[in-house]
Nanobody, 113 residues
Framework: QVQLVESGGGLVQAGGSLRLSCTMSGGFFSINTMGWYRQAPGKQRELVATITSGGSANYAESVKGRFTISRDYAKRMVYLQMNSLKPEDTAVYYC???????WGQGTQVTVSS
């Protein structure tokens, strides 16, 4: 069964850091553009960052300079390092494999002020 599983969410104070991880089991990890999206209560899901099969990264303006996306082909994992977290970063974060049209179950990130 092809699936994405996220981990690493939690509660952190403003200014703190978290690292999210997503593993892809089955399927073709290397050909997928992998992404992180987030959805806050009452808001639409939005793009946070993507990384192509070639390793090119793209970020939402709101997280540039604070978040870093990376991938490990051998481990079939994608990461989101989040630094200088703000209360407005609070959301459920979802991992996405674009070509495989897969979403993870989501992991909650809560940033307290």
């Amino acid at each position: 069964q092809v699936q994405l599983v996220e981990s690493g969410g939690g509660l952190v104070q403003a200014g703190g850091s978290l690292r999210l991880s997503c593993t892809m089991s089955g399927g073709f990890f290397s050909i997928n553009t992998m992404g992180w999206y987030r959805q806050a209560p009452g808001k639409q899901r939005e793009l946070v960052a993507t990384i192509t099969s070639g390793g090119s990264a793209n970020y939402a303006e709101s997280v540039k300079g604070r978040f870093t996306i990376s991938r490990d082909y051998a481990k079939r994992m994608v990461y989101l390092q989040m630094n200088s977290l703000k209360p407005e970063d609070t959301a459920v974060y979802y991992c996405n494999a674009e070509r495989s049209r897969l979403w993870g179950q989501g992991t909650q990130v809560t940033v307290s002020s």
